[in-house]
């Protein structure tokens, strides 16, 4: 069965391009080629498509083999570059294969040709792949490390966000309840008001921090890269959105134009990351400051065979068509050295491959351009989300001792909780472990996950070996960033948690049920 080789020809001599050829055809090969014979022309074949080798007469009149040479060496194309020519000579030959050429020969004298071809296919199939394990370990390092990052930041910011959130919330209720029982001063009191909407405005800032935080966790979650299920991809796309909302604040307008879809199969901290770098390019390929005029068009609608699409077009300066056929190529890009890598696109595509979808890319030269995700539909529904009952007072006055390292935090719990329990705070497990031995009538233990010197985790497993009762009274307040064996930790462990920052009100109905 002939072997399909794409050859590019550097001859000026249409005579001996047809004698290779012939050669080329007698050895089996089922031949794609053309011929070129000056660097625009060769410029050009490669941008048109992709060679499995070059061949090169030496010597032309508007051409060299060596200036071929360089010019794709240094477009970056390690493809086998074999001269032959008529006039070379032993000096010559080994010059060039220093410069990187892969081997020489006489025309007329050809007999090396087709075992040349047959070695140097094999050694490029050879680096090719290697160069695949080096690119694919250095996305696997550097999403990690990405993650690591992220999971990092939204963990530091959540202690302190959580202090803010709390006292903010529990100052607002204060500030309301006088109102009520002052309506009259609270009405005639213009500082009063004014604290009062200071109060409002601020809780609303903290919110958004909030959502921030909570969008960096799910774009963080690297311990859960292997886990697969239905993902709403509405919500992720929104993330995204938000992620990348200062990148297109002063470029774009953003349209949407979302059909309720059924959740997607995936994973939803990778495909966040496809859907972020692909709303960062469309931002990227308007200019600034004519925001008015521009748009980003982002959409989900059911397409073909039961898949859910997901397109993000934008008004942007579109894809040259030369540019357009690499634009999936690892480490291709067109962005200034030092700006990109040219692997963005090269991951999305492989993350959503790995998820069963497919992506695909139209655009239009001055009219920009729409990347067209496929999805495929999960066979289970997403987790109901559980209904938020109405706050009842306690059952009863309990005993609570807190447990975290961030004494504000302690401060804020503290404040919440002692409207309605005594509450006992301290700021060391090994300190909780002490009181805990002398004292086992507690009825909650609110504790941090992640400690210095002693973890939440140690404490709760040194609580299961003298008195496990305590252990099954702990509530976990987490704030990201886990390590493996944290992960899995709370996922055997049958504890509640609770996410930093946390509603007062959340926090108080949480403690109620551990009160019998």
């Given at each position: 069965?002939?072997k ?6 550097v001859?000026?001599n ?16 089922a ?29 032309m ?27 070379i000579?032993?000096?010559t ?32 199939s ?13 996305i696997?390092?550097?999403m ?13 910011i ?24 002052q309506?009259?001063?609270?009405a ?32 963080s ?6 886990q697969e299920?239905?993902?709403?991809i ?27 879809v ?13 859907l ?17 005029e ?32 690499r634009?999936f ?21 492989r ?10 890319v139209?655009s ?10 496929s999805l ?53 497990a ?10 086992a009538?507690?009825?909650?233990i609110?504790s ?38 944290a992960s ?10 609770i ?18």
């Amino acid at each position: 069965m002939p072997k399909p080789l794409k050859a590019l020809i550097v001859e000026d001599n249409e005579r001996d391009a047809t004698m290779l050829m012939r050669e080329l055809n007698r050895g089996g090969y089922a031949l794609e080629s053309e011929r070129v014979d000056t660097a625009e022309a060769l410029n050009a074949a490669l941008d048109r498509q992709a060679w499995d080798i070059v061949f090169s007469d030496y010597s032309m009149p508007r051409f060299s083999a060596p200036a071929a040479l360089s010019l794709v060496r240094d477009r970056g194309f390690d493809v086998p570059f074999i001269i032959v020519s008529g006039t070379i000579g032993e000096d010559t030959a080994v010059e060039a294969m220093r410069a990187g050429a892969n081997d020489f020969m006489a025309k007329g004298a050809m007999a090396r040709l087709l075992p040349a071809i047959d070695r140097e296919l094999r050694e490029a199939s050879v680096r090719a792949e290697r160069k695949k394990m080096r690119e694919q370990l250095m996305i696997s390092e550097r999403m990690a490390s990405v993650g690591m990052l992220s999971a990092s930041v939204a963990h530091e910011i959540n202690n302190p966000l959580a202090v803010i959130v709390a006292n903010l919330e529990f100052a607002m209720q204060r500030f309301e309840a006088l109102g009520a029982e002052q309506s009259a001063i609270a009405a005639a009191s213009t500082g009063l008001q004014e604290a009062r909407q200071s109060l409002r405005e601020a809780h609303e800032a903290a919110e958004r921090v909030t959502h921030i935080v909570r969008d960096l966790k799910v774009f963080s979650r690297a311990s859960n890269d292997d886990q697969e299920g239905p993902v709403d991809i509405e919500r992720v796309l929104e993330s995204a959105l938000r992620m990348a909302s200062n990148e297109i604040r002063h470029r774009a307008k953003i349209v949407r134009h979302y059909i309720r879809v059924p959740p997607i199969h995936g994973n939803e901290a990778r495909l966040g990351q496809v859907l972020l770098n692909l709303i960062v390019n469309a931002a990227q390929a308007i200019p600034e400051g004519r925001a008015a005029e521009n748009r980003i068009g982002l959409s989900i609608r059911m397409g073909d065979n039961d898949r859910v699409v997901v397109e993000v077009a934008d008004t942007g300066s579109g894809i040259p068509p030369q540019v357009l056929a690499r634009i999936f190529d690892p480490f291709f890009t067109t962005k200034a050295p030092g700006v990109g890598t040219g692997l963005g696109l090269a991951i999305c595509q492989r993350i959503v491959i790995r998820y069963g979808g497919d992506i695909a890319v139209e655009s239009q030269p001055g009219h920009g351009t729409t990347f067209r995700v496929s999805l495929r539909r999960a066979r289970t529904a997403l987790p109901s989300a559980d209904s938020i009952p109405a706050e009842q007072r306690a059952k009863r006055k309990g005993r609570v001792l807190v447990v975290d390292d961030e004494p504000m935090l302690c401060s804020a719990v503290e404040r919440i909780l002692s409207v309605e329990h005594d509450v006992t705070v301290v700021q060391s497990a090994r300190r909780a472990l002490e009181i805990l031995k002398d004292d086992a009538r507690f009825d909650v233990i609110l504790s941090d996950l992640m400690m210095p010197q002693m973890t939440g985790i140690e404490l709760h497993a040194a609580l299961v070996k003298f008195t496990p009762e305590l252990a099954a009274k702990m509530i976990f307040m987490t704030g990201g960033a886990f390590s493996p064996s944290a992960s899995a930790f709370l996922e055997s462990a049958s504890n509640p948690t609770i996410d930093k920052p946390f509603k007062p009100a959340a926090l108080r109905r949480m403690v109620q049920t551990l009160i019998k």
